[in-house]
Structures are given as structure tokens and as C-alpha cells.
């Protein structure tokens, strides 16, 4: 008899002292990395204490779950309790460790019945006992699921994004005392299966109604033009031109000729809008409209400060980016878009860590001929003559060599602007079925449903442009003519495959090399 007493003894005290496991996720940059969260319950003076590299954000997690127990009813062990965030040299800096450490606890003082097997645990606690939504879920659950991990317990209030993420299970929770039932099965746990409900989130709602239309921009018929072609393609446009004739409001028009975002295209852009928006658990279903004050930081533009966050580049990523008056903007903040523009990514390097954001969006960037404005039309230009050399210098060759068109937007008559009849005959809704159609050829043409015109490299210009002699010859003396550059020639050819495609033609005609040529920036090229 008391040998066998002696081994009860014994297992009831390893039951209390082996280390728990539960699964959490913890964000490194852009990606994340699934922690083991261990707990062991020893002897001593009663303690929470949490080791692992963990921040003074997850080292207080300890307070808010006392109280969070004491508000749920549960018990909280009167034991030295030692949490362990493995691996212990990756650091922790997110509250959503917060409801995974409460259940390592619940289960190492034998409290919870299971957790389900290849399971991690997402959430931050309030002192009440809820469950409060945290930033950036989608990459907790995208890495995760790199790592094996089907099933997600999840705060209540991060579903609709976590509804992006396809194959996986997800258990809301609203409260630890929800968690704790679902755990020990007293209530049968509300289990949403995401294959089964992808399809339903590819519909987008329609543009906000107080968002500029094409028929609202009197005349510039050459601008809209433009901003029909990059639509189309994808291309980078610069607006040129004497204030208050419409540049910014031809970009404004832009976001709502593209064609909806599908699924995929909300996951990424709603991951990011949550890594960096104090509103992290919104979900994004319109195409991103940025358009940054030219006062703005470098790296509220690039990206990074203390805690790596993506930028206005990648908040615009599958959007539109504006940059209203360009030369106004920083010369270091100019020059900075030139990795994103050429590779549709930003790469963030510091001391601690380096993180990768995507930043595919079309840019938008709008200029004055000068200070004043005035310069070149029929008003006096007020500006000496070395204050507009230094003005256009902002803008460097390597950069007007990444922007595939330009347009200079002309005055027009005031009399003109209270016509109820478009100029042109063009609307938002006829233009954008025009751009639907070209992107649908280009989707047939690369077999992908995101790569544009505007993205081929060197070889598949080459395989994809199918110019006419005529036309390779006309490409060929305008390149010599205006010394283009060979990243300028090939973007010409991309301008053109994409007016091609407009007119439903297989094959580069003069005429599109013509059209292509004549959004060539003419106008900087003698800074």
C-alpha cells in the first residue's frame, strides 16, 4: 500500500511539474514564426514569471491574466509559475501571447481537458476577462499554416480577416471563460472551415460615390488617355502641367477604372493595412488610394522606424499611389523610389532585423513647370531663371526613366466647365470595361491574373511584343532621335503592347508606337 501511494504521489507531482505546450505565433517582419509557450508549476513563493525574449508588451501579460482569471471565475494556481516563449533567442513583442499563456496554465494545472492537436492559440486578454482582436493576423495565420498548423483559436473580433486566409479552421473566442468551455467541452466550439466560404468573399463593394468620375474632368482628352493606358498596363504616369487644370483630379479617377480586387489581392493588402493601421483589424476590399503630404518622412514613405512597419510604398501595394506635387517631395524621398518602382518590392534593412514588404502599385506623380506655376503659359512666371533649373533637377533622369508616361495638361476654357456633356464622349463605366477586357488579354498572355505589361522583364518584352517592321523601325529612329535610354526604349514598347492590347490587336502597329512615343517626358530632358 504505500508503494503504491508513494506513485501516486509521484504522478500527481509530475503532472503538476512537466512543462505544457501550446502553440502561439510571433510576428518577424513581414512573416512570422510559431512559438511553443511552455509552462511548469513548481514550489515557492507564488509568481508569474515569463522568460523567452519577451518585450515589457508580453512580460505584462502576467497582470492582465491574473486579473483576467480573477474576472472569469478560474483558478489560478497558488504556484511559482515559469512561462517559457521557445525558441528563447527570436524576440517576442506582440499581446497576442496573452490567451495562449492563459491555456498553457489552465492545462498544467490540469484544468482543460484537450486543446486540439496541431493547434496555436491567438489573442490579447483584457482585465475583464475578454478576448480583445491583434495586429497583423493574417501573417500569424499565413505563418502558421507554413508550419503545419490547421486550426486557429482566434479572437472574436480578427474573423472577418482571418476568413482571407484558405484551408484552415478557425474557433472565435470572445472570452477566456468562452476558450474555457470550448477546451473542456461543456460547449461545442463554432468551428468556420475557410474553404468553404472563399468564394463568397471575391465580390468587392463599388467605389465610394464621392470619388472622382472621368466624365467630371473637362477636356484633357490626352490625359485621360493616359491615365486609360495605365489602368490598362499598369504603367506610371507623371502629370506635368500649370496648377488648377486637373492633374490631381485625373489621378484621383484612376482608382476607379481598375477592375476589383480578388481574394488574394485582399489578403496581402489587408495584412499590411494591419501591420501598420492603428485600425488593425479592418478589412480592405477597395483597392488602396495613397496619397502622402510631401512633408512626410522618409520612413513614413519607405517604411521601418522602431518597430518595422511597411510604409506608404507597400500601403499602396495593388493600388494607386499619389505623390502630388513631386518636386515638392524630399530629394531623398524621391530618389527612394527607385527600387520599388523598378522591383515592386521595398527591403527594409536594420541593425536587429530585416524585413521585405511587397509595393506593386501604379504611381501617380503630378509636377509644376515651375515654383509659381506660371512658367510657359500665358500668365507672368515670377520665378528666376535658376529657381526653375533647380526646380526640374529634382526630378532625376534615373527616375523620369521609371516612369512610363507623361502627359503635360494643358489650360483649358472656363466656359467649358459647367457643361453637363463630356468632351469626349468617355465615362468611368465604358473605360473600365475597356481596361477589364486588356487585362483579361494580358491575364490569357503571362497566365497569371496580376502580372501586367508593366511588369515584363527584357525576355518577355521580346517573346510578348510582336512589333511590325514599320513599327520596330519608326521605335528605332525615335530612339536615336531623343536618346533614349535602353530602359526607356523597352518601356515604350511595353506603353505600346499595352495600347495594343486596348485595341484588341495581337500585333504593335505604327500607330501604337506613335501613340507610345508621344508620352515620352520631352519636357525635362534639358535639366
Same mark, same amino acid.
Given at each position: 500500500?504505500?508503494?503504491?501511494?508513494?506513485?501516486?504521489?509521484?504522478?500527481?507531482?509530475?503532472?503538476?511539474?512537466?512543462?505544457?505546450?501550446?502553440?502561439?505565433?510571433?510576428?518577424?517582419?513581414?512573416?512570422?514564426?510559431?512559438?511553443?509557450?511552455?509552462?511548469?508549476?513548481?514550489?515557492?513563493?507564488?509568481?508569474?514569471?515569463?522568460?523567452?525574449?519577451?518585450?515589457?508588451?508580453?512580460?505584462?501579460?502576467?497582470?492582465?491574466?491574473?486579473?483576467?482569471?480573477?474576472?472569469?471565475?478560474?483558478?489560478?494556481?497558488?504556484?511559482?509559475?515559469?512561462?517559457?516563449?521557445?525558441?528563447?533567442?527570436?524576440?517576442?513583442?506582440?499581446?497576442?501571447?496573452?490567451?495562449? =499563456?492563459?491555456? @498553457?496554465? !489552465?492545462?498544467?494545472?490540469?484544468?482543460? #481537458?484537450?486543446?486540439? +492537436?496541431?493547434?496555436? &492559440? *491567438?489573442?490579447?486578454?483584457?482585465?475583464?476577462?475578454?478576448?480583445?482582436?491583434?495586429?497583423?493576423?493574417?501573417?500569424?495565420?499565413?505563418?502558421?499554416?507554413?508550419?503545419?498548423?490547421?486550426?486557429?483559436?482566434?479572437?472574436?473580433?480578427?474573423?472577418?480577416?482571418?476568413?482571407?486566409?484558405?484551408?484552415?479552421?478557425? =474557433?472565435?473566442? @470572445?472570452? !477566456?471563460?468562452?476558450?474555457?468551455?470550448? #477546451?473542456?467541452?461543456? +460547449?461545442?466550439?463554432? &468551428? *468556420?472551415?475557410?474553404?468553404?466560404?472563399?468564394?463568397?468573399?471575391?465580390?468587392?463593394?463599388?467605389?465610394?460615390?464621392?470619388?472622382?468620375?472621368?466624365?467630371?474632368?473637362?477636356?484633357?482628352?490626352?490625359?485621360?488617355?493616359?491615365?486609360?493606358?495605365?489602368?490598362?498596363?499598369?504603367?506610371?504616369?507623371?502629370?506635368?502641367?500649370?496648377?488648377?487644370?486637373?492633374?490631381?483630379?485625373?489621378?484621383?479617377?484612376?482608382?476607379?477604372?481598375?477592375?476589383?480586387?480578388?481574394?488574394?489581392?485582399?489578403?496581402?493588402?489587408?495584412?499590411?493595412?494591419?501591420?501598420?493601421?492603428?485600425?488593425?483589424?479592418?478589412?480592405?476590399?477597395?483597392?488602396?488610394?495613397?496619397?502622402?503630404?510631401?512633408?512626410?518622412?522618409?520612413?513614413?514613405?519607405?517604411?521601418?522606424?522602431?518597430?518595422?512597419?511597411?510604409?506608404?510604398?507597400?500601403?499602396?501595394?495593388?493600388?494607386?499611389?499619389?505623390?502630388?506635387?513631386?518636386?515638392?517631395?524630399?530629394?531623398?524621398?524621391?530618389?527612394?523610389?527607385?527600387?520599388?518602382?523598378?522591383?515592386?518590392?521595398?527591403?527594409?534593412?536594420?541593425?536587429?532585423?530585416?524585413?521585405?514588404?511587397?509595393?506593386?502599385?501604379?504611381?501617380?506623380?503630378?509636377?509644376?513647370?515651375?515654383?509659381?506655376?506660371?512658367?510657359?503659359?500665358?500668365?507672368?512666371?515670377?520665378?528666376?531663371?535658376?529657381?526653375?533649373?533647380?526646380?526640374?533637377?529634382?526630378?532625376?533622369?534615373?527616375?523620369?526613366?521609371?516612369?512610363?508616361?507623361?502627359?503635360?495638361?494643358?489650360?483649358?476654357?472656363?466656359?467649358?466647365?459647367?457643361?453637363?456633356?463630356?468632351?469626349?464622349?468617355?465615362?468611368?463605366?465604358?473605360?473600365?470595361?475597356?481596361?477589364?477586357?486588356?487585362?483579361?488579354?494580358?491575364?490569357?498572355?503571362?497566365?497569371?491574373?496580376?502580372?501586367?505589361?508593366?511588369?515584363?522583364?527584357?525576355?518577355?518584352?521580346?517573346?510578348?511584343?510582336?512589333?511590325?517592321?514599320?513599327?520596330?523601325?519608326?521605335?528605332?529612329?525615335?530612339?536615336?532621335?531623343?536618346?533614349?535610354?535602353?530602359?526607356?526604349?523597352?518601356?515604350?514598347?511595353?506603353?505600346?503592347?499595352?495600347?495594343?492590347?486596348?485595341?484588341?490587336?495581337?500585333?504593335?502597329?505604327?500607330?501604337?508606337?506613335?501613340?507610345?512615343?508621344?508620352?515620352?517626358?520631352?519636357?525635362?530632358?534639358?535639366?
Amino acid at each position: 500500500m504505500g508503494c503504491f501511494l508513494l506513485i501516486r504521489l509521484y504522478n500527481r507531482a509530475y503532472k503538476y511539474m512537466r512543462a505544457q505546450h501550446i502553440r502561439g505565433v510571433v510576428e518577424t517582419g513581414q512573416n512570422g514564426l510559431v512559438v511553443d509557450i511552455e509552462c511548469q508549476l513548481t514550489k515557492g513563493l507564488p509568481n508569474i514569471l515569463i522568460v523567452g525574449y519577451a518585450n515589457k508588451a508580453v512580460d505584462e501579460a502576467k497582470e492582465r491574466i491574473r486579473n483576467a482569471f480573477a474576472s472569469s471565475n478560474l483558478t489560478l494556481p497558488v504556484k511559482r509559475i515559469t512561462i517559457n516563449l521557445a525558441p528563447a533567442d527570436i524576440p517576442k513583442e506582440s499581446t497576442g501571447f496573452d490567451v495562449a =499563456i492563459a491555456a @498553457a496554465v !489552465l492545462q498544467a494545472s490540469g484544468q482543460l #481537458l484537450h486543446v486540439p +492537436k496541431n493547434c496555436a &492559440i *491567438i489573442g490579447e486578454l483584457g482585465l475583464e476577462g475578454g478576448v480583445r482582436p491583434v495586429r497583423g493576423i493574417i501573417g500569424k495565420l499565413l505563418a502558421g499554416k507554413h508550419y503545419g498548423i490547421d486550426t486557429f483559436i482566434i479572437p472574436q473580433g480578427n474573423l472577418e480577416q482571418a476568413k482571407l486566409v484558405p484551408n484552415i479552421q478557425i =474557433i472565435p473566442v @470572445a472570452s !477566456l471563460t468562452e476558450l474555457y468551455s470550448y #477546451l473542456n467541452e461543456q +460547449k461545442k466550439p463554432p &468551428i *468556420i472551415d475557410t474553404a468553404r466560404i472563399v468564394n463568397s468573399l471575391d465580390a468587392t463593394p463599388d467605389a465610394d460615390n464621392n470619388q472622382p468620375l472621368l466624365e467630371d474632368v473637362i477636356g484633357q482628352e490626352l490625359g485621360k488617355r493616359a491615365i486609360e493606358i495605365s489602368a490598362a498596363g499598369g504603367h506610371n504616369v507623371l502629370l506635368g502641367g500649370p496648377p488648377g487644370t486637373g492633374k490631381s483630379m485625373l489621378a484621383q479617377v484612376l482608382p476607379g477604372l481598375l477592375p476589383p480586387m480578388s481574394r488574394e489581392e485582399m489578403l496581402q493588402v489587408t495584412h499590411l493595412h494591419s501591420l501598420a493601421s492603428n485600425d488593425f483589424n479592418q478589412l480592405i476590399t477597395c483597392r488602396p488610394f495613397r496619397s502622402p503630404h510631401h512633408s512626410a518622412s522618409n520612413v513614413a514613405i519607405v517604411g521601418g522606424g522602431n518597430s518595422v512597419r511597411p510604409g506608404e510604398l507597400s500601403l499602396s501595394h495593388r493600388g494607386v499611389l499619389l505623390f502630388d506635387e513631386l518636386p515638392e517631395f524630399a530629394r531623398v524621398t524621391i530618389e527612394a523610389l527607385r527600387q520599388p518602382l523598378e522591383d515592386r518590392k521595398v527591403t527594409i534593412a536594420r541593425a536587429k532585423e530585416t524585413a521585405e514588404y511587397p509595393a506593386h502599385f501604379i504611381f501617380v506623380a503630378t509636377a509644376n513647370p515651375c515654383p509659381c506655376g506660371n512658367y510657359g503659359t500665358t500668365k507672368p512666371c515670377r520665378c528666376l531663371p535658376h529657381q526653375v533649373i533647380q526646380y526640374r533637377r529634382k526630378l532625376s533622369g534615373p527616375i523620369l526613366d521609371r516612369i512610363d508616361l507623361y502627359v503635360n495638361v494643358h489650360e483649358i476654357d472656363n466656359r467649358r466647365l459647367l457643361s453637363d456633356t463630356p468632351s469626349s464622349g468617355q465615362t468611368t463605366k465604358t473605360v473600365r470595361v475597356k481596361v477589364a477586357q486588356a487585362r483579361d488579354r494580358q491575364a490569357q498572355r503571362f497566365n497569371s491574373a496580376t502580372k501586367l505589361n508593366a511588369d515584363m522583364n527584357n525576355r518577355e518584352v521580346k517573346s510578348h511584343a510582336k512589333l511590325e517592321p514599320q513599327a520596330k523601325d519608326m521605335l528605332d529612329t525615335a530612339a536615336e532621335k531623343f536618346g533614349l535610354s535602353p530602359r526607356a526604349y523597352m518601356r515604350s514598347v511595353k506603353v505600346a503592347r499595352t495600347i495594343a492590347d486596348l485595341d484588341n490587336s495581337d500585333l504593335i502597329t505604327v500607330k501604337h508606337i506613335a501613340e507610345a512615343l508621344q508620352y515620352r517626358p520631352h519636357q525635362y530632358d534639358e535639366q
